[in-house]
C-alpha cells in the first residue's frame, strides 16, 4: 500500500508545481516571483505565453480532433502555406509540413537537397547550431553536444564563421575582402568529396551567440555556391516569424543569400506550440510522402497554431513593434557597454541581441544575478561561451524594453560589486 500510495503522490506533487507557474505576456510568474522572459522561453514564445488568438483557436481545434493523419492535413496545410507566401522571398514556392522541430526540418531540407542535386555533402559553419537530432547534432558547428557520442555524417564540411570579433583568420572587417565567405571555394575543392549538395546556414549565428555577418557575406557566399552548383539552406529556426524585425531574415538582412531552401520552427507556434515546416523553390518539390515525415507532422494543433500566429503577426504590426522595442534594447545595451567595464561587443538584430562578458564563468554568475532581479537570461556554451543573449517575445512593448534595460543595468551593478546572488 505504502508503495502505491507513493506512486499516486507523485503526479498529484506535479500537478501542484505547474498550478504555481503562470506566463502572461512577456511575464513568467513561478510561486511569489515574477520574471520577465528575455528568451521567450526557449526562443519558441514569439507571442509570449498568453495570446488570446492562439489560445482560442487551439480550443477550438481540441474540441474537434486533437491529431489526425497528414492524408487528413494536407488541405490545410496547403491553407497556411498560402497564408505564409506573402512573407517569403518571391522565387519560394512549395512547402513540407511534416515536422514540429527544428532539427528534422534541417534533414528534411537536406534530404531535399540531395535527392535534387544527386550529391551527398553539406557544409556547415563553426559555431552553428542545426538541432540535437543525431544527423543535426552532427552537422553541428561545436563540440560539446557531440564529445560523448558517435554521429557521424558522411560529407559533413565545416567552414570558419563569420565572428569579426573572434576572426579565424585574424583580418579585419575593413580589410578582409569576405575571406571567411570566399575560402568557401577552397574547402569545396580540398575538404569535401568534391560532391557538395547544399551549404546550410543560420542567417544570425543564434546558439553560437548571436552572430550577425558582415554587410556583404551574404551575398559573397550566394556567388561562391552558384559557381559549384550549391544549394543554400536557410536555418531561420531561430531567425524566422518576425525575430529580426522581418518576417524572415532571408527577405531582410540576408536578402542577398537567396537562399533555395528555408527552414523554421521555435517562433512559428506562437505561444510554444511546436510547429516547423520547410518552403523551397518549386523544382525542389522532390520528396514522395513516404521520404520525410514524423507522427506527429502536420498535426492540427501545430497547423492551427502557425496560422493564428501568422495571422497575428500579420494585423497586429507586430513586426513594426519589433523595430520600435528592438530600438530601445540596442540603445540600452550599448549604454551599459560605456558603462561597465565588463560589458563588450554588444550586438544583434531586432530582437535577437547579445552581449559578452570577461569569461564563461562570469556569465553564469550574472545570468544567476539578473535572475535575482526578475530577467531570465541565457548564455550560450558556443565559441568562447562568453555571451549573454537577450531575446524577449516579439510583442515586448517599449515600457517593457526600458524595464529589461533598467534591470541589466541592476544586476550589472550588483555584478560589478560581486555579490553573492543567494
Given at each position: 500500500m505504502d508503495s502505491l500510495a507513493s506512486a499516486s503522490a507523485e503526479p498529484e506533487a506535479s500537478i501542484e508545481y505547474f498550478d504555481s507557474i503562470v506566463g502572461r505576456g512577456v511575464r513568467l510568474r513561478i510561486g511569489e516571483r515574477s520574471y520577465i522572459d528575455c528568451a521567450s522561453g526557449t526562443f519558441n514564445l514569439s507571442l509570449g505565453y498568453s495570446n488570446r488568438q492562439v489560445i482560442d483557436a487551439l480550443h477550438a481545434q481540441l474540441e474537434r480532433a486533437s491529431h489526425l493523419s497528414s492524408e487528413f492535413t494536407?488541405?490545410?496545410?496547403?491553407?497556411?502555406?498560402?497564408?505564409?507566401?506573402?512573407?517569403?522571398?518571391?522565387?519560394?514556392?512549395?512547402?513540407?509540413?511534416?515536422?514540429?522541430?527544428?532539427?528534422?526540418?534541417?534533414?528534411?531540407?537536406?534530404?531535399?537537397?540531395?535527392k535534387a542535386t544527386g550529391r551527398t555533402d553539406v557544409v556547415s559553419l563553426f559555431l552553428s547550431h542545426h538541432g540535437q537530432s543525431a544527423a543535426a547534432t552532427?552537422?553541428?558547428?561545436?563540440?560539446?553536444r557531440q564529445r560523448s557520442f558517435s554521429l557521424p555524417f558522411a560529407g559533413s564540411v565545416k567552414i570558419p564563421a563569420p565572428d569579426c570579433a573572434n576572426c579565424f583568420y585574424r583580418q579585419s572587417p575593413d580589410s578582409c575582402g569576405m575571406l571567411c565567405a570566399r575560402r568557401l571555394d577552397d574547402f569545396v575543392e580540398f575538404a569535401s568529396s568534391g560532391r557538395v549538395a547544399a551549404l546550410l546556414i543560420e542567417p544570425v549565428l543564434g546558439n553560437g551567440g548571436n552572430l550577425v555577418p558582415p554587410a556583404g557575406y551574404y551575398g559573397v557566399l550566394r556567388e561562391v555556391c552558384d559557381r559549384h552548383g550549391i544549394l543554400v539552406i536557410a536555418?531561420?529556426?531561430?531567425?524566422?516569424?518576425?525575430?529580426?524585425?522581418?518576417?524572415?531574415?532571408?527577405?531582410?538582412?540576408?536578402?542577398?543569400?537567396?537562399?533555395?531552401?528555408?527552414?523554421?520552427?521555435?517562433?512559428?507556434?506562437?505561444?510554444?506550440?511546436?510547429?516547423?515546416?520547410?518552403?523551397?523553390?518549386?523544382?525542389?518539390?522532390?520528396?514522395?510522402?513516404?521520404?520525410?515525415?514524423?507522427?506527429?507532422?502536420?498535426?492540427?494543433?501545430?497547423?492551427?497554431?502557425?496560422?493564428?500566429?501568422?495571422?497575428?503577426?500579420?494585423d497586429h504590426g507586430v513586426?513594426?513593434?519589433?523595430?520600435?522595442?528592438?530600438a530601445v534594447v540596442e540603445a540600452g545595451l550599448?549604454?551599459?557597454?560605456?558603462?561597465?567595464?565588463?560589458?563588450?561587443?554588444?550586438?544583434?538584430?531586432?530582437?535577437?541581441?547579445?552581449?559578452?562578458?570577461?569569461?564563461?564563468?562570469d556569465v553564469a554568475r550574472f545570468i544567476t544575478v539578473a535572475r535575482d532581479e526578475g530577467l531570465i537570461l541565457r548564455g550560450s556554451r558556443y565559441g568562447f561561451?562568453?555571451?549573454?543573449?537577450?531575446?524577449?517575445?516579439?510583442?515586448?512593448?517599449?515600457?517593457?524594453?526600458?524595464?529589461?534595460?533598467?534591470?541589466?543595468?541592476?544586476?550589472?551593478?550588483?555584478?560589478?560589486?560581486?555579490?553573492d546572488p543567494r
Amino acid at each position: 500500500m505504502d508503495s502505491l500510495a507513493s506512486a499516486s503522490a507523485e503526479p498529484e506533487a506535479s500537478i501542484e508545481y505547474f498550478d504555481s507557474i503562470v506566463g502572461r505576456g512577456v511575464r513568467l510568474r513561478i510561486g511569489e516571483r515574477s520574471y520577465i522572459d528575455c528568451a521567450s522561453g526557449t526562443f519558441n514564445l514569439s507571442l509570449g505565453y498568453s495570446n488570446r488568438q492562439v489560445i482560442d483557436a487551439l480550443h477550438a481545434q481540441l474540441e474537434r480532433a486533437s491529431h489526425l493523419s497528414s492524408e487528413f492535413t494536407r488541405a490545410k496545410s496547403e491553407q497556411v502555406f498560402r497564408l505564409l507566401k506573402p512573407f517569403l522571398p518571391e522565387h519560394i514556392g512549395a512547402f513540407w509540413f511534416r515536422d514540429i522541430t527544428g532539427s528534422t526540418a534541417n534533414e528534411c531540407a537536406i534530404r531535399i537537397a540531395q535527392k535534387a542535386t544527386g550529391r551527398t555533402d553539406v557544409v556547415s559553419l563553426f559555431l552553428s547550431h542545426h538541432g540535437q537530432s543525431a544527423a543535426a547534432t552532427a552537422l553541428s558547428g561545436n563540440a560539446f553536444r557531440q564529445r560523448s557520442f558517435s554521429l557521424p555524417f558522411a560529407g559533413s564540411v565545416k567552414i570558419p564563421a563569420p565572428d569579426c570579433a573572434n576572426c579565424f583568420y585574424r583580418q579585419s572587417p575593413d580589410s578582409c575582402g569576405m575571406l571567411c565567405a570566399r575560402r568557401l571555394d577552397d574547402f569545396v575543392e580540398f575538404a569535401s568529396s568534391g560532391r557538395v549538395a547544399a551549404l546550410l546556414i543560420e542567417p544570425v549565428l543564434g546558439n553560437g551567440g548571436n552572430l550577425v555577418p558582415p554587410a556583404g557575406y551574404y551575398g559573397v557566399l550566394r556567388e561562391v555556391c552558384d559557381r559549384h552548383g550549391i544549394l543554400v539552406i536557410a536555418d531561420e529556426v531561430q531567425t524566422g516569424f518576425g525575430r529580426t524585425g522581418t518576417f524572415f531574415a532571408s527577405t531582410g538582412i540576408a536578402a542577398d543569400l537567396r537562399p533555395d531552401i528555408i527552414t523554421f520552427a521555435k517562433g512559428a507556434g506562437g505561444i510554444g506550440i511546436p510547429a516547423a515546416g520547410v518552403v523551397m523553390r518549386p523544382e525542389l518539390d522532390v520528396l514522395e510522402p513516404w521520404e520525410h515525415s514524423s507522427t506527429s507532422g502536420a498535426n492540427p494543433l501545430s497547423l492551427v497554431a502557425m496560422e493564428e500566429t501568422v495571422r497575428h503577426i500579420r494585423d497586429h504590426g507586430v513586426l513594426e513593434g519589433v523595430t520600435r522595442t528592438s530600438a530601445v534594447v540596442e540603445a540600452g545595451l550599448r549604454a551599459l557597454e560605456d558603462r561597465f567595464s565588463c560589458v563588450r561587443n554588444a550586438r544583434g538584430v531586432g530582437l535577437m541581441r547579445a552581449f559578452d562578458l570577461p569569461t564563461p564563468q562570469d556569465v553564469a554568475r550574472f545570468i544567476t544575478v539578473a535572475r535575482d532581479e526578475g530577467l531570465i537570461l541565457r548564455g550560450s556554451r558556443y565559441g568562447f561561451g562568453t555571451a549573454v543573449k537577450v531575446r524577449p517575445p516579439l510583442i515586448v512593448t517599449e515600457d517593457e524594453a526600458h524595464e529589461i534595460v533598467d534591470r541589466l543595468t541592476s544586476a550589472l551593478i550588483r555584478f560589478e560589486k560581486d555579490e553573492d546572488p543567494r
